[in-house]
């Protein structure tokens, strides 16, 4: 018996050594490199995940393709938000103590905030698609940074189109969510610049009676309104409501939702006549012809945000340096969204580039508006 029990144990141990042996890189620890990606792949930001995952993965997949880093060929690993906060946290913390990443990106921190809290201490949290202002403003978290497009050029960049039509009274609607609470500061805070008064600013959630508001607005009369969410449900009964209440007597301004809108299946593209709205900037011409010939559609969304979001965090990663926040903040970064970039002390991007364009829907066709 005590033979057998030998050999059992030799077999396991020769097994065990030869999975070790013959098993790809990508199995052997201390032979990889693992960044986590907590991306929204059902819920309200699904089609933002997917985006991601495809310019997440064709990073990654250029950087082994180089040698990956510093000779480790780089593993993404992917867990779903399904866009909530409850389940952001749960996605970073498999990522850190299951999949045992080195770096973490994250989608929507913004809208769904918490994962910051259970992130290791000096291991880099990035977003691809959050405002900074909304997550590290009041409290700074040292170690949280952010590639997305500035709160305060959104506001500037709708504002201004605004002002090219001399409007001087706007109303304000938005989403009841802690970003749109960050945005609606900065649209108010612009709108003293260009002269122009808000005369009301209210916060929706998506079971609230939209037609009420509307009814008000149509009974204050503002030169514009501007509407901002990422609610289906909300957008849907908003927009329906404001073309059956007031139809295309105010014009009507948008955040960068209104195109993902125009273009989804829930709507009415009728609906959409007119409405004028900011938007990312399309990335350089490389990266927009190399994602298309991979995935067959173009960049949209944070595709070239979530690239270099990667390439960043690989550079990172080949540094290894010992203060995360000083190193993340005293470096800059080449990336296809903006050129060169760096980040400040909220761990924002700063950058000659806004990233933002304005657009128009005319004629059942989104056209770009110059500023």
Partial sequence: MKNLW??????????????????KPSDVAGETVKIGAALALSGDAAPWGEVSRNAAQLAVDEINQGGGINGKQVILAVEDTKSSSKDSVTAVSKLVNVDKVQAVMITWLDSYPGAESVMPVNMPLVSQDAAIESVNVPVNHPNVFSLWYRTAAKAESVLGAMAQEQVKTAYIVTQNDSYY??????????AGKQGIAIIAAESLNPSDDARTVVAKIKSLKPDAVFFGSYDDKLSVN????????IGYSIPF???????????????????????????????NKAFAEKYMARFGVGPKFSAGTTYDTVKILAKYLADMPSDT???????????VTYGKISFDEIGGVVTDRTGIAIKRISGGKIVSIPL
Avoid: C, H
Avoid at 238 to 245: E, Q, V
């Fill in 181 to 190: 609470a960050t945005l609606n500061s900065f649209l108010k805070k612009e």
């Fill in 238 to 245: 908003f927009i329906k409501s404001y073309r059956d209440i």
């Fill in 6 to 23: 030998l050999w059992m144990v030799v077999a396991i141990v020769l097994i065990g050594g030869y999975f070790v042996f013959f098993s």
């Fill in 325 to 335: 926040a000083a190193y993340m903040k005293g470096m800059s970064f080449n990336t």
């Fill in 253 to 283: 301004y948008g955040d960068e939702f209104i195109e993902q809108d125009f273009m989804g299946k829930s709507f009415n593209p009728a609906w959409f006549e007119g409405i004028t709205y900011y938007v990312p900037a399309d990335p």
